[in-house]
Nanobody, 119 residues
Framework: QVQLVESGGGLVQAGGSLRLSCAAS????????MAWFRQAPGEEREFVAS????????YYQDSVTGRFTISRDTAKNTVYLQMNSLKPEDTAVYYC????????????WGQGTQVTVSS
């Protein structure tokens, strides 16, 4: 059974940094894509960044490019989201997700971790 467990959220001032972690278990993820999504109050969930487990190819939403970095540690089965230069509009619940590389939709989701950026 696949489990994704996020951690690292919290309250930070604008301009600050946070690093989110997603501990993945329950299967081999070598042919998977791991991603971070976020959902702000009253908004739809949106894609933030993704990384291919094998090879490490990354993609980012335009609004976070240059500020956020997604990475993975294959030995620890953990995916990270380093968030720098945080803005109040980055406030949201952040979710870790996983899908098979050629699947259309993400099959597995974590429970989410709250990130709040104060101005």
């Amino acid at each position: 059974q696949v489990q994704l467990v996020e951690s690292g959220g919290g309250l930070v001032q604008a301009g600050g940094s946070l690093r989110l972690s997603c501990a993945a278990s329950g299967r081999t993820f070598s042919n998977y894509v791991m991603a971070w999504f976020r959902q702000a109050p009253g908004e739809e969930r949106e894609f933030v960044a993704s990384i291919r487990w094998s090879g490490g190819i990354t993609y980012y939403q335009d609004s976070v490019t240059g500020r956020f970095t997604i990475s993975r540690d294959t030995a620890k089965n953990t995916v990270y989201l380093q968030m720098n230069s945080l803005k109040p509009e980055d406030t949201a619940v952040y979710y870790c997700a996983a899908k098979a590389r050629f699947a259309k939709d993400y099959s597995y989701w974590g429970q989410g971790t709250q990130v709040t950026v104060s101005s």
